[in-house]
């Protein structure tokens, strides 16, 4: 099973500044990586796939990067909308698994 | 547009069984798989299969192997999940999650709570 461990557990920003989010897998997972956001109460949203496509409708501030077992997550300028929990995941071997997520909270 | 509408929040005593359902629309039923991915209060998402909605083949992860069972009924344009021998640690919110392509999930049901409690 490959693990895919976040960090930071938390990142405390302001609105406007750039947000730098890791995954790291145990494994090599290629690109098959995937990125999520979720607010309280919601389902997750699907922002990122194969490790740097953006998913229709997602803003061209969030960007991401990486293959093989690091993987980054970039929020440009970060609005307020933004302020969430993000999550990683893998496809490249079963079981799918997902990373213990990153929360973005408002400093 | 695609829609997956679940089945209402369940509280069930351990021991016992549950079966989810996921309503689909807006697109066709059979075309593409529908995953199971779980939330327990406070915790990260934990995938736990998925079923080929055409022909009904079924992919578990080996957590659950045994204790769940996916089906569909492509006349109604549902999937279901059922989890039975529940225990407190089965306590989460389940979603159904369906791909464009590949593995990775571009639409999700609302949710639903099982909550295991005696």
Redesign the interface.
């Known amino acids: 099973e490959s693990v895919l461990t976040q960090s930071p557990g938390t990142l405390s920003l302001s609105p406007g500044e750039r947000a730098t989010l890791s995954c790291r897998a145990s494994q090599s997972v290629s690109s098959y990586l995937a990125w999520y956001q979720q607010k309280p109460g919601q389902a997750p949203r699907l922002l990122i796939y194969d490790a740097s496509s953006r998913a229709t409708g997602i803003p061209d501030r969030f960007s991401g990067s990486g293959s093989g077992t690091d993987f980054t997550l970039t929020i440009s300028r970060l609005e307020p909308a933004d302020f969430a929990v993000y999550y990683c995941q893998q496809y490249g071997s079963s079981p799918r698994t997902f990373g213990q997520g990153t929360k973005v909270e408002i400093k | 547009q695609v829609q997956l509408v679940q089945s209402g929040a369940e509280v069930k005593k351990p021991g016992a069984s549950v079966k989810v359902s996921c309503k689909a629309s807006g697109y066709f039923f059979t075309s593409y798989a529908m995953?199971w991915v779980r939330q327990a209060p406070g915790q990260?998402?934990?995938?736990m299969?998925w079923i080929n909605v055409d022909n009904g083949n079924t992919?578990y992860?080996?957590?659950f192997q045994g204790r769940v069972t996916f089906t569909r009924d492509t006349f109604a344009n549902t999937a279901y999940m059922e989890l039975s021998s529940l225990r407190s640690e089965d306590t989460a919110v389940y979603?159904c999650a369906r791909p464009e392509s590949?593995?990775?999930?571009?639409h999700?049901?609302?949710?639903t709570l099982v909550t295991v409690s005696s």
């Open positions: 995953n990260s998402l934990e995938w299969g992919k992860s080996q957590k979603y590949g593995s990775y999930f571009n999700w049901g609302q949710g």
